[in-house]
Structure formats: C-alpha cells, structure tokens
C-alpha cells in the first residue's frame, strides 16, 4: 500500500471516522492502514471507531488498538454506540452503524469538523488537505452520486447529491443548527421512504448546504471510461449541469486520493481494482 511518500517539516492533523461492524473489521483495517502508510510522515491522525456496544467482539478491539501501536503517529478511539435514538432506523440495506455518521456532533462534541469513510475505502495520499478544504456554508461535502431521485420523492429536485460513504462534516455547525435531531425526526417519519437509508436522510435534511469535494476525494471504482462519463454526466441530463470538469473527472479516475469500491466489493467480485485492496502486484 505504502507510496514511499517522504516526511515534511510540518506538523499535521487530521481526524478520521469510521463507522462499522465485526464483519467490516478487516476492510476497515485496511483503509486506515493505507492512510496511515500514505500519508507524510508529519501527519498525526486520530481515528474514532463508531461500534456498537453489545455485539462488537473485544478481539477486533484488540486488531485496532494494535494498529495504534505499530503507528507511532496515530490515535484510535473506540466509541461504543447504543442505538437509542435509532430504533425507527430502516436496515434493508446497511447495518444500524450506517447510521451512526448522523450522531457524530453529539458523540464527539469538542470537534468541529470531521472526515468519514466507509470501509470499502483505500487512500493513497495525506488527507489533511482535504480535511482542512474550505466549506463556506455548506455543513457536507461528499462525492457525486447518480441517485437524485431518492431525495425527489420527498419533493427535491437537485443535482447536488452524494455519496454518504466519503464525507467531510462541519461538526461546529451542526450542533449550532441542531441537525442531529433533526436527522432523527426525519427517520422516524419517514422510514418507509429511506430507499438508500441514512445516504437519503443526509441528502433530504442537508438540501442546499451540501456541495461536492474535488473528485479525487471519493473517486469510485469504474471499470471503463463510459461508466465514468455516464456517473459525471446524469447532471446535465437531468438538470442541466454536469457534476464535474470532464478532465479533473478523469484525471481523479486516473489518480485519486480516495478510492471507493461502491459498483463492486473486492472480496466479493474481483475487477482491476482488487489487487490494490488486497495489496497485491
């Protein structure tokens, strides 16, 4: 996984969440392995685990904590979450962890602002650049996704739509505008609408201060080019507008930051991206 990329003279911080389950464990230790090895070496970064409390074995604690001794320059925080406030929570597709990146203001309060992957994530340069992107009034960034008629059946039409899996949050704002709780009546209202669970509840409640990150944040695994134009091109179908630049589209596709494996796991089905997951020539 490691870059090889050499060390610089200032200091650095970033902070990473991850929400997720016994059987994300590995994919989890992966992409956090890959940022601890990709990174400068004048990057401290401080991982919270969101896992929930009665069903996450101590024996993946123990991996993770593991990882924070072979890195000298990070710290991992284990946060075992109750599901109190998720009990009217749809889990058709995703785990009840999903919804975890909803809570993250109230569960981190000091914060004010945060990075969250997915598990299906590999990086492959520091992340303080993106961490420390300037947000002007939005309260996400997140990378486009194709799927803006989730968020019309609840009567919003807009091409700014993303990917819940790689988001960077202002927490700060947040728990000023009180958007947590807002979240959690949004769910308990409208369950059976949630087609894409908490990605929707994100898009709905957060209409108009979500923008996109640079496309090399969040980049997802396309096998061919006319799977890339058509995923940057629904905007201008649908509205308009496309997404992104065509040529720092393809040029994050060629070398991003952040590679998301959303059209295919790689321990499920292999494609040209696999290899990199698993580390191999």
């Excluded at 303080?128 to 960034?141: C, F, G, K, V």
Aim: with cysteine.
């Amino acid at each position: 996984i490691g870059l090889g990329i050499p060390a610089e003279p200032l200091f650095r911080s970033s902070i990473i969440s991850y929400g997720l389950n016994n059987n994300y464990t590995y994919p989890v230790l992966v992409s956090m392995t890959s940022i601890l090895e990709n990174s400068y070496k004048s990057t401290y970064y401080t991982f919270y685990l969101l896992v929930e409390k009665e069903t996450f074995k101590e024996e993946n604690k123990i991996k993770f904590m593991q990882l924070q001794n072979k890195y000298d320059r990070c710290k991992v925080v284990i946060l075992e979450m109750t599901n109190e406030y998720l009990k009217n929570a749809r889990k058709d597709r995703y785990p009840i962890e999903a919804y975890y990146r909803l809570l993250l203001p109230n569960i981190i309060p000091r914060l004010n602002r945060i990075i969250y992957l997915d598990g299906d994530t590999i990086i492959f340069k520091d992340l303080t650049q993106m961490y420390n992107l300037e947000m002007n009034n939005s309260i996400i960034l997140g990378f486009v996704d194709n799927s803006p008629q989730d968020a019309e059946l609840f009567g919003i039409k807009s091409y700014k739509y993303v990917t819940s899996g790689v988001l960077l949050i202002d927490l700060k704002k947040m728990r000023k505008e009180g958007v947590t709780q807002k979240f959690i009546d949004f769910i308990e209202k409208n369950r059976d609408k949630l087609i894409q669970e908490d990605q929707t509840v994100i898009n709905v409640v957060l209409n108009g201060r979500i923008d996109f990150l640079p496309p090399k944040y969040g980049m997802w695994n396309f096998a061919r080019m006319e799977h890339l134009i058509n995923h940057n091109n629904y905007g201008k179908n649908a509205f308009g507008i496309k997404a992104y630049n065509e040529k720092e589209f393809y040029n994050a596709w060629q070398i991003p930051t952040i590679l998301h494996y959303v059209r295919s796991k790689p321990w499920k089905k292999k494609d040209k991206y696999t290899h990199v997951f698993y580390h191999r020539k």
